[in-house]
T-cell receptor, first 116, second 113 residues
Framework: DAGITQSPRHKVTETGTPVTLRCHQTENHRYMYWYRQDPGHGLRLIHYSYGVKDTDKGEVSDGYSVSRSKTEDFLLTLESATSSQTSVYFC???????????????FGAGSRLTVL | KQEVTQIPAALSVPEGENLVLNCSFTDSAIYNLQWFRQDPGKGLTSLLLIQSSQREQTSGRLNASLDKSSGRSTLYIAASQPGDSATYLCAVSSAGANSKLTFGKGITLSVRP
């Protein structure tokens, strides 16, 4: 997990409340990603960023928004949390994009979110 | 739509055995394929990345191969050890419009002492 930190690591919240997860990197990598991992579904991409203020949707982006105002920080926000958003959220970083033949992803340790 | 399959979902072997983990994908138009390891409660660690122009990559006791035309990759682990017990995931970077990896659901490996 060196160079990438997620916070909080664990959070319990109630349905309808806003939640923000933070991903912080010290590697100065251009690309940052948010994934969620659920039993039976594997890892699915929520949103990603290819530069400051440059973001795009992944395959499960509904109910989530992201922001990247600095290279090192990528925030994931659940505007109004629902029970279906209970999951483990992983941030990942890479020097180059996934279209590059050599983009190795480095993952954070994960943030476990429970929505009651 | 790219689909990645890893079968079986779980595998238990005795220590010292050489083993092969399989990964198959439906669309052969890929940029690369990566193998990851995930320990319980932890994030993913990249083990090997094979670019689409490559056939295999090696790191220590691990060897990963790629056959794009058949949509298959294998991760070979030599002389397995209890410390190899973890979930192994493969992921492909597809030549599509969105920049993303498609992950398999993983194979949970248990190496018995």
């Amino acid at each position: 997990d060196a160079g990438i930190t997620q916070s909080p690591r664990h959070k319990v919240t109630e349905t309808g409340t806003p939640v923000t997860l933070r991903c912080h990197q010290t590697e100065n990598h251009r690309y940052m990603y948010w994934y969620r991992q659920d039993p039976g579904h594997g890892l699915r991409l929520i949103h990603y960023s290819y530069g400051v203020k440059d973001t795009d949707k992944g395959e499960v982006s509904d109910g989530y928004s992201v922001s990247r105002s600095k290279t090192e920080d990528f925030l994931l926000t659940l505007e109004s949390a629902t029970s279906s958003q209970t999951s483990v959220y992983f941030c990942a970083i890479s020097e180059s994009g996934t279209r590059s033949g050599a983009n190795v992803l480095t993952f954070g340790a994960g943030s476990r979110l429970t929505v009651l | 739509k790219q689909e990645v399959t890893q079968i079986p979902a779980a595998l238990s072997v005795p220590e010292g055995e050489n083993l092969v983990l399989n990964c198959s994908f439906t669309d052969s138009a890929i940029y690369n394929l990566q193998w990851f390891r995930q320990d319980p409660g932890k994030g993913l660690t990249s083990l090997l990345l094979i670019q689409s122009s490559q056939r295999e990559q090696t790191s220590g006791r691990l060897n990963a191969s790629l056959d794009k035309s058949s949509g298959r990759s294998t991760l070979y682990i030599a002389a397995s050890q209890p410390g190899d017990s973890a979930t192994y995931l493969c992921a492909v970077s597809s030549a599509g419009a969105n920049s993303k990896l498609t992950f398999g659901k993983g194979i949970t490996l248990s190496v018995r002492p």
